[in-house]
Nanobody, 112 residues
Framework: QVQLVESGGGLVQPEGSLRLSCAAS????????MGWYRQAPGKERELVAT???????NYADSVKARFTISRDNVKNTVNLQMNSLKPEDTAVYYC??????WGKGTLVTVSS
């Protein structure tokens, strides 16, 4: 299996920023699509953002213009820069590769 480890979650005030990182045990060149998903209490897991091997990105409508996904092929990480955070962004954020491998998640709490 591919090991994925998320980091960077925590407590942040509304309008604040956080940067999440996902480290993989295998080179990202081995995969087509890397991404971030999130799950809030009582809700289904939903897509946040994805990035392909070629660099194409896709975002959920709720995070467009606020979140930016990127990858570092040297460090084998996929990152999510989250700006202008809102309370509704509170969730556990999961890293995913090719809809087959998942990290254990990192909690993001947006509250004053």
């Amino acid at each position: 299996q591919v090991q994925l480890v998320e980091s960077g979650g925590g407590l942040v005030q509304p309008e604040g920023s956080l940067r999440l990182s996902c480290a993989a045990s295998r080179s990202f060149f081995s995969f087509n699509t890397m991404g971030w998903y999130r799950q809030a209490p009582g809700k289904e897991r939903e897509l946040v953002a994805t990035i392909t091997r070629g660099g194409s990105t896709n975002y959920a409508d709720s995070v467009k213009a606020r979140f930016t996904i990127s990858r570092d092929n040297v460090k084998n990480t996929v990152n999510l820069q989250m700006n202008s955070l809102k309370p509704e962004d509170t969730a556990v954020y999961y890293c995913n590769v090719d809809m087959a491998y998942w990290g254990k998640g990192t909690l993001v709490t947006v509250s004053s």
